[in-house]
């Protein structure tokens, strides 16, 4: 398993912007993605990266506002989050696992989360 590590989390009024970066130790794995878990709901998907080619996938709710990209030869990945909304506060998990998935279960290594909170 690789180990991730994230940072850039933090407090921003709606409407501003913030980007969130995910450290692994080795090399970056297929698949790399981002999920965020408010409190009392389940963790789900905001996007993801995988392939050589660096294809991208994105929930509905963050679409055209939030960017995923990754940079391998500093093994790190990211998240650019722009015109946030009160309801993108959560704490922001980036995974990597083998497949391009959406699901938690498929992804294998996790990182310790980053707090976004966003004031309206």
């Known amino acids: 398993q690789v180990q991730l590590v994230e940072s850039g989390g933090g407090s921003v009024q709606a409407g501003g912007s913030l980007r969130l970066s995910c450290a692994a130790s080795?090399?970056?794995?297929?698949?790399m993605a981002w999920f965020r878990q408010a409190p009392g709901k389940e963790r789900e998907f905001v996007a993801r990266?995988?392939?050589?080619?660096?294809?991208?996938y994105y929930a509905d709710s963050v679409k055209g506002r939030f960017t995923i990209s990754r940079d391998n030869a500093m093994n790190t990945m990211y998240l650019q989050m722009n015109s946030l909304k009160p309801e993108d506060t959560a704490v922001y998990y980036c995974?990597?696992?083998?497949?391009?998935?959406?699901?938690?279960?498929?992804?294998?290594?996790w990182g310790q989360g980053t707090q976004v909170t966003v004031s309206s």
């Open positions: 990266i995988s392939g050589s080619a660096g294809n991208t």
């Open positions: 995974a990597s696992g083998t497949l391009p998935a959406t699901r938690p279960a498929q992804y294998d290594s």
């Open positions: 080795g090399r970056i794995r297929y698949s």
